[in-house]
């Protein structure tokens, strides 16, 4: 994988490999940080939960709609805005506001205060993603984009590592408290380096494409991806998709707690390999799967994470099903690796439907659905069944839950994918030229 590496012209900062390669890796660690902050209240939940007598349905709104619902009602104004406007300073102003309200959520005394703290986090993690996928869109040519979206997507991975690695051994040693506040400090570091080492890319440089002079609205990018049918498809596909995803992630380590008596510290360990860097190996190896058989059919953009869901379906059951946690973990590596692989190739796939100013609005409304959907819908759903079977079930509820809403929704999720090759092909040669 590598950036357009034709001539360039004098005022183009990437015109080097060298400087499009730098873009990505410091746009990928920005990414992670947003995982590693959002994920940490996962490994945290228990904790938590005995700290402030929460119950499921709670926690589940901590890290689904109280989360979701800001996010991306933020994203896809903070998007139109990046559309016309420095990139780079509102990634580094996002990433400056989720770090500093992800440390101070660990001053929170009661759920209220947790929940506005969340709240501001989903607000800063809005302004992280569209920009920067806008910013790789123009240093990285499209028979290459959706490999460096693959890369810029491992960040999630990462992120997730991360996130169960130090907060799984934070809280055992330190408490709760202590893991929100050493993990949140770094980011404002990060948000400087951002602000004054990475710089702001030629809108359309890696297409050789003139940009258009026009103001483009938020209603004629709606209008124009609603009006593509694989568009549709592909976003209830990945929707669902995170749906599932953004359950497991959410209650992986609730669920071996509970149905397997595992410590944070060890569970952290466990959950960062499988599904932190599994998942980073996935997502990125996907992408760039999809960029090499793309040439022959560009359907395989859609085929790949089609294929993906047939094959978790069937392990997301058998990790619920099995009583041996250390069988279950093992079990978890196929979705772990899995569960990503849509990521790269749908962000290339929306970003080659619309025109060069409409990126990041395309990205935010892409996410609007997944985040509505996956991270809003999925996590409290799991925590609202969990609490209704748990008078039948016990401490075994949590399990049946994830149970009976992992592998259908896997299999409803490859058939969209499907469904959005149909029209795939016409709707990305219809795409606008500036």
């Known amino acids: 994988m590598a950036p357009n590496s034709g001539p360039g012209v004098p005022d183009n900062p990437y015109a080097s490999p060298k400087a499009a390669y730098y873009a990505l890796g410091l746009l990928t660690v920005v990414y992670s940080f947003n995982f590693i902050d959002r994920q940490l209240l996962a490994i945290l939940q228990e904790s938590i939960k005995a700290d402030l007598g929460l119950s499921d349905s709670q926690l589940g709104l901590l890290t689904g709609f109280a989360f979701a619902v800001f996010y991306v009602t933020a994203g896809i104004p903070i998007a139109r805005w990046a559309d016309h406007s420095n990139r780079r300073n509102i990634v580094a102003l996002a990433l400056f506001l989720w770090s500093f309200m992800t440390a101070i959520s660990g001053l929170a005394q009661n759920y209220i205060q947790l929940l506005l703290a969340r709240i501001g986090v989903g607000v800063g993690e809005a302004g992280g993603s569209p920009p920067s996928h806008s910013i790789i869109s123009d240093i990285f040519p499209a028979e290459k984009r ?7 997507s491992t960040g999630v991975s990462f992120g997730i590592l991360f996130g169960f690695l130090f907060g799984g051994w934070l809280n055992e040693f330190f408490g709760w408290r202590v893991a929100f506040f050493v993990v949140g400090v770094p980011g404002i570091a990060l948000a400087v380096l951002v602000r004054f080492s990475l710089r702001e890319p030629l809108r359309g440089m890696a297409e050789q494409r003139t940009v258009s002079s026009g103001t483009v609205t938020i209603r004629q990018v709606i209008k124009l991806l609603w009006s593509r049918i694989s568009f549709r498809h592909l976003a209830l596909a990945a929707a669902l998709n995170a749906f599932v995803g953004y359950s497991v992630g959410s209650w992986s380590a609730s669920f071996f707690i509970r149905s397997h008596g595992m410590t944070t510290g060890e569970l952290g360990t466990w959950l960062a390999m499988i599904i932190g860097l599994c998942g980073a190996i996935g997502v990125f190896f996907g992408a760039l799967l999809a960029d090499r058989l793309a040439p022959r059919d560009k359907r395989w953009y859609v085929w790949l994470p089609a294929l993906s869901c047939l094959v978790i379906a069937p392990f997301s059951a058998a990790v619920y099903l099995v ?15 899995l569960h990503n692989v849509y990521l790269g190739s749908s962000l290339a796939v929306t970003h080659g439907m619309v025109g060069l100013r409409m990126r990041a609005v395309s990205s935010a409304i892409l996410f609007f659905i997944i985040n509505i959907i996956g991270l809003g819908a999925g996590p409290w759903s799991v925590g609202v069944l969990s609490d209704y079977l748990t008078p039948s079930l016990g401490s075994e509820a949590l399990r049946n839950a994830l149970l009976l809403l992992s592998p259908p929704i896997m299999l409803w999720s490859a058939t969209h994918f499907y469904l959005a090759s149909r029209t795939l092909r016409q709707d990305l040669d219809a795409a606008p030229e500036g």
């Open 146 to 152: 959706a490999s460096a979206l693959g890369f810029y």
């Open 323 to 337: 009583e041996q946690p250390y069988v279950a973990l093992a079990l978890l590596v196929v979705p772990g690796m």
